[in-house]
């Protein structure tokens, strides 16, 4: 009696076990918690870096009269890594625009196959954004432009952001597209969910 018992005791536990071991998020690549991790917090400190230049160089104009020649550019160039840091992440999240009235009113071989063409679309452009990108980096750096203010940014550094964003972009299509070999919907399986975030 005491054996049935302590039997029945262990088949209740298992099932509990297995439900923690659900309940646990599955463990996130390297690659995963680089993008989320590093990546992220950089764009983020370059974004609000941005908004304080922003904000001093507006109350300094409403206040004192007084606007300073590298607050512009610096906004810009700021916005721009930031941007550009983002664009893999975002689409592993599932923050781009996704249009899916069209999409989701066909059958699911139609739709298996409109879901390729987006991620060949993607890779396509990604690596023509790349690919256009580099040569002029390398010019940017032979010519050994400056930015216009009296910052004296080398061009090429500003400029890296593209080629590097297409990169991390290229990396989600990529993604992407081993989800749809797998058989699974590349645009929300490539992502995480919100609690992951």
């Known amino acids: ?10 088949m209740q536990a298992e099932p509990m076990k297995g439900e923690a071991a ?11 918690r680089f993008e989320s991790g590093p990546v992220l917090a950089i764009a983020s400190l370059l974004f609000i870096a941005s908004t304080g230049v922003m904000l001093s160089e507006g109350i300094n104009r409403a206040t004192r009269d007084i606007s300073f020649f590298w607050a512009e550019e610096s ?9 550009f ?7 592993r999240h599932g923050l781009h625009i996704r249009t899916e009235m069209l999409v989701d009113a066909m059958e699911p071989r139609v739709r298996r196959l409109m879901h390729l063409g987006a991620v060949v679309a993607g890779i396509v452009f990604t690596a023509a954004l790349f690919g256009a990108s580099f040569p ?5 750096y032979t010519m050994g432009m400056m930015s216009e203010s009296n910052l004296d940014i080398p061009q ?13 972009w290229f990396g989600y299509y990529l993604r992407c597209l081993v989800s749809w070999i797998r058989g699974e919907d590349p645009f929300t399986s490539a992502g995480v969910t919100g609690s992951e975030l």
């Open 156 to 168: 090429w550094v500003v400029f890296c952001a593209m080629p590097l964003g297409a990169a991390l």
């Open 1 to 10: 009696m005491q054996a049935a018992a302590m039997h029945v005791e262990s």
């Open 136 to 140: 002029q980096l390398v010019r940017y």
């Open 22 to 32: 659900s309940a646990r998020p599955a463990s996130r690549s390297l690659w995963d």
């Open 75 to 83: 906004v810009r160039f700021l916005m721009i890594w930031a941007f």
């Open 85 to 91: 840091l983002t664009l893999g992440a975002a689409g």
